[in-house]
């Protein structure tokens, strides 16, 4: 037998004699780091899904709105801009002045010429006492308080009838803060909403999508008809509004 070398023998004595750790037993540890990467990518995907859902909720609450030419928003708090805004507190002056109608015309059919569209006219209600228009094509007909058309939030106002285009870019705007409600009606066979509650702020567009200073209003009915936004605010409660509104028609020509 040949012999074995030196060096060899001698390490063989070394490692005999080494004391080495002892080996740890990994398996807990990476079953908690699979059991870690796991639970991360379970909260990755929850949170991807709760996106998905608030994204697809908000999609499903802009398309409740379901109505052109205005924009209803919910806010923390509407707060009138000055005391002539108030709904509570008109300030002196005609209606038009005092809300921001624009300029009286001398008959409807001159508003419908500036405007260029045909008005709806609650025939409920019957001719307007009074009718103004303002620029971006808003008709707004004016009618006193009488029996059966009790005032407004504005004590010479019973109802406005307000109309515009309803088209992409909006006429009319709206902010609801948690006094508020918007309920969902349907007005003529198509969508609507009764604003009611605490009075929520109002304004109209100018051109350019810049709004004008805000007022307060009171209960409206607002929806969409023969191409037309239209929404009547007024001192009458939701079925009696609902009961004006089916009676729109065009103005005889």
């Given at each position: 037998m040949a012999e074995r070398d030196p060096l060899e023998q001698r390490l063989e004595a070394l490692a005999s004699e080494l004391r080495?750790?002892?080996?740890?037993?990994?398996?807990?540890?990476?079953?908690?780091?699979?059991?870690?990467?796991?639970?991360?990518?379970?909260?990755?995907?929850?949170?991807?899904?709760?996106?998905v859902a608030a994204l697809a909720a908000s999609a499903a609450a802009a398309a409740s709105i379901g109505l052109r030419g205005v924009t209803i928003e919910?806010?923390?708090?509407?707060?009138?801009?000055?005391?002539?805004?108030?709904?509570?507190?008109?300030?002196?002056?005609?209606?038009g002045a005092r809300l921001e109608l624009g300029e009286r015309e001398g008959s409807l059919a001159d508003a419908e010429a500036a405007a260029g569209f045909q008005a709806l006219v609650p025939a409920s209600l019957g001719q307007p006492d009074a009718v103004y228009y303002r620029s971006r094509?808003?008709?707004?007909?004016?009618?006193?308080?009488?029996?059966?058309?009790?005032?407004s939030s504005d004590p010479e106002v019973g109802a406005l009838v307000m109309e515009a285009h309803a088209v992409d870019s909006p006429s009319f705007g709206k902010l609801v803060d948690g006094g508020g409600r918007v309920e969902p009606v349907t007005v003529n066979g198509g969508p609507g909403f009764w604003i009611t509650g605490a009075p929520h702020g109002f304004f109209l567009y100018r051109d350019g999508g810049?709004?004008?200073?805000?007022?307060?209003?009171?209960?409206?009915?607002?929806?969409?008809?023969?191409?037309?936004?239209?929404?009547?605010?007024?001192?009458?409660?939701?079925?009696?509004a609902l009961k004006t509104a089916g009676t729109v028609r065009r103005a005889p020509v």
């Open positions: 080495w750790p002892a080996t740890p037993d990994l398996q807990p540890a990476v079953r908690a780091g699979i059991a870690s990467r796991r639970r991360r990518r379970v909260r990755l995907l929850l949170l991807a899904a709760a996106v919910r806010v923390p708090r509407v707060v009138s801009p000055s005391p002539s805004a108030s709904a509570s507190a008109p300030s002196p002056g005609s209606p094509g808003v008709i707004t007909l004016v009618y006193r308080p009488r029996p059966g058309l009790p005032p810049q709004v004008d200073r805000f007022r307060l209003a009171g209960d409206v009915l607002i929806w969409n008809q023969a191409g037309l936004v239209v929404r009547i605010e007024s001192g009458l409660d939701r079925t009696a």
